[in-house]
Nanobody, 125 residues
Framework: QVQLVESGGGTVQAGGSLNLSCTIS????????LAWFRQTPWNCNEREGV??????????SYADSVKGRFIISQDSAKKTVYLQIFRLDAEDTAMYYC????????????????WGQGTQVIVSS
């Protein structure tokens, strides 16, 4: 079983930055692709994949809407994946979820089997 716990959300002024963290608990030796998704208040039925990372190799994938502003990274020793967000704007307001799944570099929610509870990000103007 895999457990994911996100942290780092909060209320930030537009134009600011935020660092999200996701700590992973899994069986020793297990490997998963990791990703960040977000769910906005105005689109509750969909989780948008914003960034994904392939373990060890460090290959990444980003949604076009966040390229240049979001950076995903991992620290294997700390079993943590990070999402740095720069130049926040109102459209970044969302619940951000960390997910782990099979070894595919994908931004599709259906590729991921394990999810955290989410961390809320609110961007104020």
């Amino acid at each position: 079983q895999v457990q994911l716990v996100e942290s780092g959300g909060g209320t930030v002024q537009a134009g600011g930055s935020l660092n999200l963290s996701c700590t992973i608990s899994a069986s020793a030796g297990s490997r998963y692709a990791l990703a960040w998704f977000r769910q906005t208040p105005w689109n509750c039925n969909e989780r948008e994949g914003v960034a994904a990372i392939y373990p060890d190799v460090g290959s990444t994938s980003y949604a076009d809407s966040v390229k240049g502003r979001f950076i995903i990274s991992q620290d294997s020793a700390k079993k943590t994946v990070y999402l740095q967000i720069f130049r926040l704007d109102a459209e970044d307001t969302a619940m951000y979820y960390c997910a782990a799944g099979r070894l595919f570099l994908s931004l599709r929610a259906s590729r991921y089997d394990f999810w955290g509870q989410g961390t809320q990000v609110i961007v104020s103007s």
